[in-house]
């Protein structure tokens, strides 16, 4: 069992940066996958980013490499997401997920998911 709670969300303008962080409890946060989903109003929830249980793997969605970065902290349970040159279509709630593989967070099949944290990108 892991339980994630996101943090970091706000409003930026155009161009700017955030950095989201995911905190996770228990002490087996090492061996899972983890990953970043977002969700718009009005559209489903899209695959962002993806990093494996030692972080020596990472993985995009193409319509936010070269200006998002996804690490991690095991030693601190906590994931980050790392976002510049943030544009209007970035907007949405970002959700953080733990899986047992990169392959399971990215599909989204896991059952672990935070409550979200709003982004908001103002032109």
């Known amino acids: 069992q892991v339980q994630l709670v996101e943090s970091g969300g706000g409003l930026v303008q155009t161009g700017g940066s955030l950095r989201l962080s995911c905190a996770a409890s228990g002490r087996t946060f090492s061996s899972y996958a983890m990953g970043w989903f977002r969700q718009a109003p009005g559209k489903e929830r899209e695959f962002v980013a993806a990093?494996?249980?030692?972080?020596?793997?990472?993985y995009y969605a193409d319509s936010v490499k070269g200006r998002f970065t996804i690490s991690r902290d095991n030693a601190k349970n906590t994931v980050y997401l790392q976002m510049n040159s943030l544009k209007s279509e970035d907007t949405a709630v970002y959700y953080c997920a733990a899986g047992f593989g990169t392959n399971q967070v990215a599909a989204g099949t896991t059952g672990y998911w935070g409550q979200g944290t709003q982004v908001t990108v103002s032109s």
């Open positions: 990093i494996s249980w030692s972080g020596s793997m990472t």
